[in-house]
DNA sequence: CTGTTAGCGCATTCAT
DNA sequence: ATGAATGCGCTAACAG
């Protein structure tokens, strides 16, 4: 059962003072006789004072506290980037509600409702795979609760987005590939609706074209990210006529699941089969053969896309060009390729 | 910038009757006319109108929110068990604030602080590797909001704990490792003050025991949990006069970067020495060897962990025994033992 | 330096 | 079935 809450007129009841005061003691106002706020800050400790942010929220029209929506939980790419998102909001002085959406656009809906019911100063959000309709993020705009994309982002929308250098990434990827004598190279892409998908693919057909590798489009695939159809695709590839002799895989867990099932078949991994994923994923570096990958600065993401929400927060007018800030990839070789 | 949010006298007005009808409509009150009630219903929908939290909480003084503090985040460990939470909560109403304390007794004490501050109607709650004082949660006691421990649960405090059962799947693991004929079996394990690990460490006990395998206090060694030690206790493992044949180690982590280790040693696994985990976790299927490991059910503790603090909540009166639950565990054998 | 007053948005009594 | 009035806890504008 919860018990009475210590309010500011308690204090200001057994200090015979008014609640004005014991509020200004509080918060630091600094026309406070220093006798009064020592009294004051000391009853408050010993009742355990604890300042309601409803009433605050109320007042102030802020609470103080961003909401931030993932499409998925279980791999370590969300959580590793809610760390950093989390760090920079603590630091400017900012709470996190977190939620994830289950790779369903129905749960991504109800997500932001909660986030707006919440009142949440501002909003980070990586979409689903489903995601196609973005009312549910436009309704924050008419509301002027700032957003800001991370990683799958809504083409659409005129907001901050951080994203990395997926296209750089991918040509660096597929180039290191052709240098290891790789020409049938496969690429397993996700759903074409997501910009991340079509910046990997644009990297992937510029390094073929730049090597003079001919586009084959038996070998470029789209799916839609559940890991348990990566065994279609795989399966399909390798009885193609003429077996691809590498994949590109758009993400690590894609790319961890297709050396699963490769081993399975016999064949060798680089050998028979090169793979690449791309994210760096902390199991990259433990599975067998090791993945080699296009690493993220994932934790950088985080800040980064926080720190743009921050200061949309801070400005009162919201007439700058929203900036797309694009962190940089690195090609992290290892045992697959 | 944030706009003006509509309220229910911004539909009142429009609709020239009174706030308070308006709040009875769109609160389902029984007492309201269907003509009136509809209308509301049509212009809120249109101005799109979103209830303010605040003004709600402030009134009933419970935010419908609960609060979950975690130790680390970047092992699929915790991020699991909060969807398993996170779903509870949805379907009973509530969101969940999550924040991860980094394994540091600061950053719990401060996100406490936080959640309080938040007004959550609970709080979910497993500490960090170093947490030896409760006073920071002793003070929701004393407040009356209610906390239900998992997995690394405090054994001074009385109130709902969720567990699984550590010891008896030491017991299974170290049995197991009995029966493929190790005899030197070491056990690395986490701190003392960890009710988990000393649960772990009597199954082990228990199981040499029964078989009669004698204990050699010199297998038996206590870490603090940071992966980059494990180097350290491996070696020290690896370079006694005899050698284990076998290491249970206290979780997955643990274990994957045992194996890691040994196997740049040159040594075989499981032939020259065995490993086993506890936990399951996503990656111990996909090394190499994959990783027998006692697996627990992780959603469940977090459904659980929130069942019981919503029972909590519900309860007036506080008055029942604080129950612990403890969950089922399971031997899964792989390729490392 | 301090007290008084008003009001944030809403649910809820008490009237009508 | 509806309106008017009250208060949740706090800050800020206005008096002193």
């Known amino acids: ?200 693919k644009a990297g992937y057909m510029t390094a073929l074209a730049k090597h003079q590798v001919p586009f084959d489009e038996d070998l470029l695939v789209h799916y839609d990210l559940a890991i348990n159809k990566v065994k279609i695709y795989v399966n399909y590839f390798l009885n193609l006529k003429e077996r691809p002799d590498a994949i590109f895989c758009i993400n690590d867990p894609t790319a961890i699941e297709a050396i699963r099932l490769i081993k399975e078949t016999g064949l060798r991994i680089p050998e028979d089969i090169a793979i690449i994923g791309f994210s760096n994923d902390f199991v990259s570096s433990l599975i067998e053969p090791s993945l080699t990958t296009v690493e993220q600065p994932i934790k950088e993401m985080g800040r980064t896309a926080t720190q743009l929400l921050l200061d949309q927060i801070d400005r009162d007018v919201a007439d700058w060009k929203a900036p797309t800030v694009v962190l940089k990839t690195k090609l992290i070789v290892r045992n697959s390729s």
Request: hydrophobic letters at 40%; a positive charge; glycine letters at 6%.
């Open 1 to 200: 059962m919860k018990k009475h809450q210590t309010t500011i007129f308690d204090i200001a009841k057994e200090l015979g003072i008014s609640k004005s005061t014991v509020s200004r003691a509080l918060t630091g106002h600094p026309s406070v006789h220093e006798q009064t706020r020592d009294k004051v800050l000391k009853l408050a400790n010993q009742l355990e004072y604890q300042r309601n942010m409803f009433s605050i929220g109320l007042m102030k029209k802020a609470s103080h506290t961003l909401g931030i929506i993932v499409p998925e939980f279980s791999r370590s790419f969300f959580p590793q980037l809610i760390i950093g998102a989390q760090e920079r909001a603590k630091e400017a002085g900012y709470n996190l509600i977190i939620s994830q959406s289950d790779e369903s656009y129905e749960t991504e809906v109800s997500n932001a409702q909660v986030m707006l019911t919440h009142q949440v100063d501002g909003l980070l959000i990586s979409i689903t795979r489903e995601t196609n309709n973005f009312e549910h993020l436009k309704l924050f705009q008419r509301k002027g609760i700032p957003i800001v994309f991370f990683n799958r982002v809504c083409d659409e929308m005129i907001v901050p987005k951080v994203i990395v250098e997926d296209q750089e990434g991918a040509f660096a990827a597929v180039e290191h590939l052709i240098a290891r004598g790789k020409r049938r190279i496969a690429h397993l892409s996700g759903p074409e609706s997501l910009s991340i998908c079509k910046r990997r």
